[in-house]
């Protein structure tokens, strides 16, 4: 298996997402009804699939 850098769009999306988990945790969006740790958690496989796929 191979591994890749990731696209700058998926590092991006990834970096948005992980934003979100990170408000979150501090109740600046306190609407979520999602825990941050979740939050984070998927911004984690977005780049870790961005790593992985080739191209992606």
């Known amino acids: 298996m ?3 850098a990731p696209t700058q769009i998926v ?3 990834s970096l948005v997402i ?3 988990g990170l ?3 501090v109740n600046v969006l306190a609407f979520i009804p999602l825990a941050s740790v979740w ?3 998927v ?3 977005v780049l870790a ?3 992985l796929m080739r191209g992606a």
Request: aromatic share 10%; net charge neutral.
């Open 23 to 25: 408000l979150a945790a």
């Open 49 to 51: 699939a961005g790593c």
């Open 39 to 41: 939050i984070m958690l």
């Open 11 to 13: 590092f991006i999306i």
């Open 43 to 45: 911004a984690y496989v």
């Open 18 to 20: 992980a934003v979100i």
């Open 2 to 4: 191979n591994l890749s």
